[in-house]
């Protein structure tokens, strides 16, 4: 909860408590709005046996009733190195396709991962080239835009630019979209890579325009709630400013291995456990971002 919900229900918690106990019922979470699934890093290879546990993933996924998913990116392997070719590419993308065929019941809402990019293709002008063609296979509308559901609003940001950053086209383009919300809409923002919080002082990896990125935020402090990452394969809440920022670790854990010397446990990225988040929206804006470990 934070410090401005943590205000008013302490306000009305004061004022039930001179009109009785069914009162202080009255008061007690109301259901979310929404139940949505934050899935990130899942760094999928064409490989059958890695697949087959990423299904088993999204079964427990499922299992949490969602309404839908938010996928953070890095959903394949990788295609940004210059060794990556052509087959490569296409036998990861095949891998996440049959994998996405279990979800077709749920919207996926994805952003574009660093590691999702094929930059190694013969040309610029090749249709596998670059992010375009990400957008394809992940099939979502543009490398970033936004929706609402149930009166929270959503946008998809694309950090793969100049230090990690928002072009000055995006940037323009999300400054009107948040303008343009009715007040104290809340919104909820995702990024492949973290703006703030104790991920990026370990890893980097980080917004380098997070600073820009805060002002903006504060000046619609009455809407933005939450901005959702992954990247760093670690798991961390920081609170800002009223915002959430949520470091939201890795379905794939470190990379589906079983770790190195740093790995606590077995498939651990340092202390992270290999796992996924699931978020309750609700009405009055506020929101909770829970991360659970998975042991496929």
Aim: glycine share 8%; net charge neutral; aromatic share 12%.
């Amino acid at each position: 909860m934070n410090r401005r919900d943590l205000i008013k229900k302490s306000s009305l918690l004061l004022a039930a408590s001179a009109l009785g106990g069914n009162a202080v019922a009255a008061l007690q979470p109301a259901k979310a709005f929404l139940t949505v699934a934050h899935i990130t890093d899942v760094h999928l290879p064409a490989d059958a046996a890695i697949a087959a546990r990423f299904k088993k993933c999204l079964d427990a996924v499922k299992a949490h009733k969602v309404d839908f998913f938010l996928n953070g990116g890095d959903s394949i392997m990788d295609a940004s190195y210059n060794d990556v070719v052509r087959d490569k590419v296409t036998g990861q993308w095949a891998a996440w396709d049959d994998c996405m065929s279990t979800l077709k019941d749920y919207e996926v809402h994805s952003c574009i991962g660093n590691h999702d990019n094929w930059w190694a293709a013969p040309t610029k002008e090749d249709e596998m080239y670059g992010k375009d063609y990400v957008v394809k296979r992940l099939k979502i509308p543009h490398r970033y835009y936004s929706f609402t559901k149930k009166g929270w609003h959503f946008i998809i940001l694309d950090g793969n630019n100049d230090k990690i950053s928002l072009d000055e086209t995006q940037y323009n383009w999300l400054a009107e979209d948040l303008e343009k919300l009715a007040p104290n809409t809340p919104v909820l923002l995702m990024s492949h890579f973290p703006v703030f919080g104790a991920t990026p002082v370990l890893e980097g990896g980080n917004h380098s325009d997070n600073k820009k990125l805060k002002n903006l935020f504060y000046k619609h402090k009455d809407k933005v709630r939450i901005m959702l990452s992954g990247h760093n394969h670690l798991f961390d809440k920081t609170l800002y400013n009223d915002v959430w920022y949520c470091c939201n670790g890795a379905m794939s854990g470190f990379w589906w291995g079983k770790g190195d010397k740093e790995s606590i446990g077995e498939g651990y990225y340092k202390e992270t456990p290999p796992g996924f988040a699931i978020l309750k929206l609700y009405e009055d804006g506020s929101v909770e971002n829970n991360y659970y470990p998975h042991s496929f």
